[in-house]
């Protein structure tokens, strides 16, 4: 499991949260990309990204030589930081350009890898931070033509398989980050003399003419990916902005800086607990550690992780747009090429559930996730099931609507259906058709009523509540409490914000004075929460466990529930909080 929050990711929160701000009260005087559409037209011109789900990033350039190693180190940190990371000076960094020469490079592969996994857009890295185009750029000679021995353009040739294959192609550009044009932003400051200069002069002789290239050389553009709004101050941004007048229909993200707010918003290597009310939402993450290739992080997701991520993010309404790091021949990595096959398998059988569908209805569902369709008067419930049941029972709690139809979308095989007072009861196959997930595909005419989740204390008066059955309060962008990780090992993660809460409701049988004992994780000092039951309120710490990953089980005290019935137990974050990881609060 990954760690909870990066230092980069800190970093990247600071610098939104301005723009977060600024979203807040939209400015009117100066429109933005979003706010100059009519609602119908921006609905229809994220009409097909809403429909995809699943598209790959592509970050490849001059760090794909080094991979992560420089002067026989290895540099801790993403791949395509190196250059930043190490300190490493202009000369010296323009040799892995001469050694870049990515002659296996065949963009008809790339194209049909992604499409058989089920991808419906590419975008790929026009221009990292380290300044070096992957075109050829007239305005700056540091690109691919010029300044490396392969000498031809990258982009042209996979803009035409894209074509070819029915591909859709967007651009990542890196705005103010450029540690090789002079006048560029870096994030810690310049570390070579050559790379300073008016930032002003930056955007107007770099960037600027940069984006109109990759703007009209290259066709349709359907997404135009900002990244790290460094000084990016209002003027500077409302130049590019206006840039996207080139091509009409292009979807932009929140990362340009300045008062645009994108039509996008960009969840990075986290889900959002609860997705993002109100905005079109693209979580973008890595296979591995890095998004840039570097020869020796293994630390691989899984692919049944990698999968269940997106299923969970369809079920949240978002998009997932899932990195390759190709090396510098030009080839994705075996691990990649692995688990994109593994994903493709999986959407090529159960595809159904996730394009074109919406979020899920449900707020809780104790086996794994929800999508929705809705057409005409039929509503279709696609049940991604992880943990399958072991009674052959599946119990879809709260959900009272009379269904119609219920069939394995694997096989089409009809289920036997039950509507009880806890919800609908399907008879289900001993064995699961897929270990990963399997889709129950339930069809209604009616309203759909789902009544709230609530746990029941066990015989013996233990109350488990599990971080999948919790009830998250995260807000958009500033951090947020999120369930994240295995299956079986999730936690509420991401809680960076003081002001996100958790809560579980729960039906208490035997009321009585109960001992909370939490498993969390924090390599904070210490975090102090309050735990609230009715009017009855527990303040409660618990002291660093080492890291983000090291659970401890941990005693947080004694609360009274003095009446049977339904209660509502919640934490919030109090005076000196830290974020935590928190997988279990458990009463006895
Ligand atoms: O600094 C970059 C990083 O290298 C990578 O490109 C990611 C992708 O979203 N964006 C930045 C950090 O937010």
Redesign the pocket.
């Known amino acids: 499991m990954h760690k909870q929050i990066s230092i980069?990711s800190l970093l990247?929160l600071m610098i939104l949260l301005p723009v977060c701000l600024v979203q807040a009260q939209p400015s009117l005087d100066t429109p933005n990309a979003y706010s100059t559409q009519a609602a119908g037209d921006h609905d229809k011109k994220m009409d097909w990204w809403r429909k995809a789900r699943l598209g790959m990033f592509i970050?490849w350039g001059v760090y794909a030589v080094p991979a992560g190693a420089y002067k026989g180190q290895e540099i801790g940190g993403?791949g395509?930081?190196i250059m930043h990371d190490a300190s490493i000076p202009r000369r010296e960094y323009e040799q892995f350009a001469r050694q870049f020469n990515p002659v296996k490079y065949n963009p008809e592969a790339w194209v049909r890898m992604a499409k058989d996994a089920g991808m419906k857009y590419i975008v790929i890295t026009s221009k990292?931070?380290d300044g070096f185009a992957l075109f050829d750029s007239k305005a700056s000679d540091w690109n691919v033509v010029k300044a490396t021995p392969y000498g031809k353009d990258l982009l042209k040739p996979l803009v035409e398989a894209c074509r070819k294959q029915g591909m859709k192609l967007g651009f990542y550009y890196s705005q103010a980050n450029d540690w090789y044009n002079p006048g560029g932003a870096a994030a810690r400051g310049h570390w070579d003399k050559t790379q300073e200069g008016s930032m002003d002069e930056y955007i107007d002789k770099v960037a600027i003419p940069q984006v109109r290239e990759i703007l009209t050389l290259y066709g349709d553009v359907v997404e135009l990916w900002w990244?790290?709004p460094t000084d990016m101050n209002r003027e500077r941004a409302d130049k590019l902005a206006a840039l996207m007048s080139l091509q009409p229909g292009i979807i932009t993200n929140d990362r340009l800086g300045g008062h645009h707010d994108g039509d996008i918003t960009?969840p990075?290597q986290y889900i959002p607990a609860t997705g993002i009310a109100g905005r079109d939402w693209e979580t973008?993450m890595t296979m591995n550690d890095t998004?840039g290739f570097k020869t020796y992080d293994d630390n691989w997701k899984s692919s049944t992780t990698l999968i269940r991520n997106l299923i969970d993010i369809a079920s949240k309404g978002g998009n997932y747009l899932l990195n390759v790091g190709p090396t510098a021949e030009g080839e994705f990595p075996a691990p990649i090429v692995e688990r994109l096959q593994a994903i493709g398998k999986w959407t090529k059988v159960n595809g159904e559930a996730i394009y074109g569908t919406t979020a899920s209805p449900f707020t809780i569902l104790p086996w794994g996730r929800a999508t929705k369709k809705v057409e005409g008067n039929t509503t279709t419930l696609y049940l991604h099931v992880f943990a399958w049941p072991k009674d052959g029972k599946l119990l879809v709690p709260g959900l009272t609507s009379k269904i119609q139809t219920a069939k394995l979308l694997a096989n089409h095989k009809s289920l036997k259906i039950a509507t009880t007072t806890e919800g609908l009861v399907i008879d289900v196959p001993a064995k699961a058709p897929d270990p990963v997930a399997s889709v129950i595909v339930l069809t209604t005419q009616e309203p759909l009523t789902i009544q709230p989740y609530v746990i029941q204390q066990k015989p013996d008066g233990a109350l488990v509540l599990g971080a999948e059955l919790a009830n998250i309060q995260s807000y958009r962008n500033e951090g947020s409490a999120m369930t994240e990780g295995d299956w079986d090992a999730r936690n509420i993660g991401y809680w960076t914000n003081p002001r996100c809460w958790v809560s579980w409701k729960v039906n208490i049988l035997k009321p009585g004075t109960y001992t909370i004992k939490a498993i969390a994780a924090t390599p904070a000092a210490s975090s102090k929460f309050r735990i609230e039951i009715g009017d009855q309120v527990l303040n409660a710490s618990m002291n660093s466990t080492g890291d983000y990953n090291e659970y401890q089980e941990v005693t947080l005290g004694k609360i009274t529930i003095d009446k049977a019935g339904q209660h509502t137990i919640a934490i919030y974050p109090g005076e000196g909080w830290n974020p935590i990881n928190l997988r279990q609060i458990k009463l006895n």
């Open positions: 980069r990247l970050h993403l395509e930081w990292h931070h990244d790290v960009t990075e973008c998004w």
